[in-house]
């Protein structure tokens, strides 16, 4: 199966929650990934997204853990919907 990554940099201006993460957020800029699949056997190209995962914490930031969260890809559309800022 063909796969592709998708990394953007989402930013906030303030504080916000991840599911499966206990603790807030803090303001800062944040990559996105975006995995999509091939979908095979069409006569066109076609791709269907598998998954959307965030980095933490914040680019720039020092951290002895990094993690690479799942997120809802309608999650991660209502976070920067809710920021003033955007």
Do not use: C, N
Not at 42 to 51: F, H, Q, T, Y
């Amino acid at each position: 199966m063909t796969t592709r990554t998708t990394q953007t940099v989402v930013h906030f201006q303030t504080s916000f929650l991840v599911s499966d993460v206990v603790e807030p957020q803090p303001p800062g800029d944040y990559q996105v990934d975006r995995e999509d699949e091939l979908i095979e056997g069409l006569s066109w190209i076609a791709w269907r997204r598998v998954g959307t995962f965030i980095h933490l914490p914040a680019i720039g930031v020092r951290a002895a853990i990094r993690q690479l969260v799942p997120i809802d890809p309608a999650e991660i559309d209502a976070v920067t919907e809710k920021d003033p800022f955007r």
